[in-house]
C-alpha cells in the first residue's frame, strides 16, 4: 500500500505566507472566469469551480 503525500507551501518574496496563499486563491478564480460567465448567476460553492491546469509560468510551456 504505497503512500504518497505532498505538502505544499505558497509565500512571496519576503516569505509571507498570506500573500503567496492569497496568490494561489487569485489564480483559481481569475482561470475560472470563462467558466462563470458561461454559467447562469448565483452563489457557486469552491467545489462546483473546476479546477484547471496552470498556463502561462507555472504551464507546460515554461520548462518542458
Do not use: F, Q
Amino acid at each position: 500500500t504505497p503512500r504518497i503525500e505532498v505538502t505544499v507551501e505558497a509565500t512571496d518574496e519576503g516569505e509571507n505566507r498570506s500573500a503567496g496563499g492569497n496568490a494561489t486563491a487569485v489564480g483559481r478564480l481569475v482561470n475560472a472566469i470563462d467558466w462563470l460567465t458561461e454559467n447562469p448567476p448565483g452563489l457557486y460553492d469552491a467545489l462546483d469551480v473546476p479546477l484547471r491546469a496552470a498556463v502561462g509560468k507555472l504551464g507546460k510551456g515554461r520548462n518542458g
